[in-house]
């Protein structure tokens, strides 16, 4: 494993002695977010993990290496390199890994390397998930199919709401992984609060979440755990104003013929260049929010 993974020294130090850590999605950072902008919420994504006692580790390919955990000047640089990199998903890792390039990862490629790394935690923006028409198109994220594989809790703001929300939760009910909402009932939607869908669990703190997977694992309920965190109110965009400005994005997508993996990247890209600084202040607030609470979780853990 020493071969292909590079923990930064912090990390290192974190493992050797027993602190809480978290491992955050690069993608929604560095891809979703415009340079200089995305080196500043990454920054500011560290200083809140710290904060509250726990070590960040931005999970990278950089240059034929796993990145666990990412220095100042590696940022800046990966920031730099937004519109250049590969995504990578559990299946473009090792493709990746062999060219010697650059890739961000999905939430699906961070749960693996969390996983193999030992990091209970995840943090992310929103979880992919089932497509709308998927029924034709059998289009579904392997977010999905790793959140069942991998024994970690994903901390995010829902689903994607380009996504079919309703489908979403029937897979990962198949998938018996368990889904809570943080001091709500109500599925949230990316960057909106209401769905519409009620969460088949509420808890109202990072103890009895951390109880929960203890207790999972106790039983050897071999899945992962869903946190969904509501985006906060002063950053939220207007549900309905969202969906039809996604329903507009699928007829566009439609049109100009984006099938497969382009298809998540175009409506996203459609959604945030419709809805303007909103979205792209919606999405920064949501990956800060969602780190702390991680941290917040990874210490709760280690207790």
Do not use: W
Request: charged share 25%; with cysteine.
């Amino acid at each position: 494993m020493k071969e292909y993974i590079d923990y930064s020294a912090e990390v290192l130090d974190a493992i050797q002695n027993n602190k809480p850590l978290i491992a955050i999605e690069t993608g929604g950072t560095f891809e979703g977010i415009p340079y200089p902008e995305n080196v500043e919420t990454a920054k500011r994504v560290m200083e809140e993990v710290r904060k509250a006692g726990a070590v960040p580790a931005y999970i990278s390919i950089m240059q034929g290496k796993i990145k666990v955990g990412m220095s100042d000047a590696e940022i800046e640089d990966f920031g730099k390199r937004r519109g250049t990199m590969a995504k990578a998903s559990r299946r473009e890792i090792p493709l990746i890994l062999a060219k010697n390039e650059f890739g961000v990862m999905t939430l699906a490629a961070t749960m693996v390397v969390a996983s193999l790394a030992d990091i209970p935690v995840v943090s992310g923006g929103g979880l992919g998930g089932v497509h709308r028409g998927a029924e034709v198109t059998m289009d579904i994220s392997s977010d999905l199919e790793e959140i069942a594989l991998r024994n970690v809790i994903v901390v995010c703001s829902g689903v994607k709401s380009i996504l079919d929300l309703n489908l979403t939760m029937e897979y990962l009910e198949t998938k018996s992984v368990p889904v809570v909402g943080y001091k709500t009932e109500e599925m949230p939607a990316y960057m909106a609060i209401e769905s519409g869908i009620k969460l088949p669990c509420q808890m109202d703190s990072v103890e009895e979440v951390a109880k929960a997977y203890q207790i999972k694992n106790d039983l050897g309920i071999d899945t992962g755990m869903i946190l969904m965190n509501p985006i906060s109110k002063e950053y939220a965009v207007d549900a309905t104003l969202m969906n039809k400005v996604i329903d507009e994005a699928i007829e566009n997508s439609k049109k100009d013929k984006v099938k497969g993996k382009a298809i998540t990247g175009y409506l996203m890209k459609y959604v945030k260049e419709k809805m303007g600084a909103d979205s792209m202040d919606a999405q920064k607030n949501m990956i800060i929010d969602n780190a702390a609470l991680a941290a917040n979780l990874s210490f709760s853990l280690k207790k």
